[in-house]
């Protein structure tokens, strides 16, 4: 999990066409956002981001990616390399949303339930154009566990059971929330890093939820993740695109 790159994901999650961000994933906790996707992802360009983060939270209730076009029209707009999932449920959303520009697609809930079924898309689609979401809450015996559903289901797995499973298939990226720090501009959980440290070394591990100064980047790349996706504080202004490239330029 260690390299000489980090990268910095600056996020946006998208319901009903508008920029919203989520506490702990719950749809009732919602904050909408003035500015249209397409203008924040211009901007974060704008500021030197190479990458963007690009969430379709419509996929889980329509049972489909709906994003498409703004896809489409935010790789034909920027030099943003786009990480985009929600709703892939099949072979071909991942090769539709791969032909419609995103570099990675990630996978999330399906992962959980259907792990052969991805091990495959790794081995056909290749290893950098899939990233794997394992989100995780920690119950109270102190094991990683893995909801689903919108993070209303817990899966079957263990965190460390699917990470090494993952890792021997071949896995490069992972990205891992702990769901209790989402969207609560509380700090990424260290705890969660180092673990899927000394577990699987050899992830490319993106940290990711609640973040909410400059220094969660440089504690992120000291604990040897990645990368690290960033959501609410940019939408609220705490730091810029910019100052994040500063802490830990590309």
Do not use: K
């Not at 999650?13 to 397409?38: M, S």
């Not at 190479?50 to 489409?72: I, K, N, Q, S």
């Amino acid at each position: 999990m260690t390299s000489n790159d980090f990268t910095i994901y600056p996020a946006i999650d998208v319901r009903e066409g508008r920029v919203v961000r989520l506490r702990q994933g719950d749809y009732a906790r919602e904050t909408r956002y003035a500015d249209e996707p397409i203008a924040v992802a211009r901007d974060y360009a704008a500021q030197g981001a190479r990458w963007l983060h690009l969430v379709d939270l419509d996929a889980a209730r329509v049972g489909h990616y709906t994003l498409a076009p703004l896809l489409r029209a935010i790789v034909a707009a920027t030099d943003l390399r786009v990480q985009t999932g929600g709703g892939v449920r099949s072979r071909d959303d991942v090769a539709a949303l791969l032909d419609a520009g995103a570099t990675r697609v990630v996978v999330g809930s399906l992962a959980v339930r259907s792990p052969e079924l991805v091990e495959a898309w790794l081995l056909e689609f290749g290893a950098d154009r899939v990233t794997i979401a394992l989100d995780t809450r920690r119950d109270p015996r102190g094991v990683w566990r893995l909801p689903v559903h919108g993070w209303t289901e817990t899966g079957g797995e263990t965190l460390d059971a699917l990470s090494l499973r993952y890792a021997q298939a071949g896995l490069v990226h992972l990205l891992s929330t702990d769901i209790d720090r989402d969207g609560m501009l509380a700090g990424p959980n260290p705890a969660l890093y180092a673990h899927l440290r000394d577990l699987a070394p050899a992830l490319s591990v993106q940290a990711s939820g609640g973040v909410h100064r400059l220094d969660d980047i440089a504690a992120a790349r000291a604990q040897g993740c990645a990368g690290i996706v960033l959501g609410r504080a940019l939408l609220e202004g705490r730091f810029t695109v910019a100052e994040a490239l500063d802490v830990a330029p590309c």
